[in-house]
């Protein structure tokens, strides 16, 4: 057990019934009243993110997860196949497990996979990707004082929305926490 004044950035807790790491927390000490943790989760299987605030003697069970390297091999339509990276085991998950956050993984890609005992939580891509743009509107040159963006697609099939001055085949730095264009790479 975990009380909410022991908060740290990345550890997982289990609460109500999801497994959940914490992105934020802040301790508040308003002039009147108790004081109270305002926390910023994520929902490790769903994606989701929600704020609450506790108590900070309020206590909660903490979540073992085990990050193992897998890498991305393949889908065959149903299922997405991984290989071990350590004992070159393969194994196959369902979309249902896996989420969106195969969106910008490209095949043989390495990629952590979240484990909560025997049970799959997810998959990590990489914080930072590079990925060349498939499909876009044409650019335009000078037309960015306004911060205008346009839709682009990426070689992965994801979409992300980049500055007008972005050309197909420009290869990109994506942020994938956010799905935000960060850069050209």
Request: hydrophobic residues 35%; without cysteine; negative net charge.
């Amino acid at each position: 057990m975990v009380s909410a004044g022991d908060f740290k950035n990345g550890m997982a807790v289990e609460y109500e019934g999801g497994i959940y790491t914490i992105i934020e927390f802040q301790h508040v000490q308003p002039g009147r009243g108790a004081a109270f943790v305002r926390t910023k989760m994520k929902n490790v299987k769903t994606g989701t993110t929600i704020e609450k605030s506790f108590r900070p003697s309020e206590k909660m069970p903490k979540a073992h997860l085990e990050r193992k390297e897998m890498q991305y091999l393949y889908n065959d339509g149903e299922v997405y196949h991984f290989m071990d990276q350590e004992s070159f085991d393969q194994i196959a998950v369902g979309e249902g497990e896996i989420g969106s956050s195969l969106k910008f993984v490209r095949e043989n890609d390495i990629v952590n996979m979240l484990f909560h005992g025997t049970n799959i939580l997810g998959i990590e891509p990489e914080i930072i990707v590079k990925l060349a743009v498939a499909e876009t509107e044409p650019g335009f040159a000078g037309n960015t004082s306004s911060g205008a963006t346009k839709p682009a697609t990426l070689e992965t099939g994801a979409l992300v929305y980049v500055p007008l001055f972005i050309n197909i085949g420009d290869v990109l730095e994506i942020d994938t926490r956010t799905g935000e264009y960060r850069g050209r790479a």
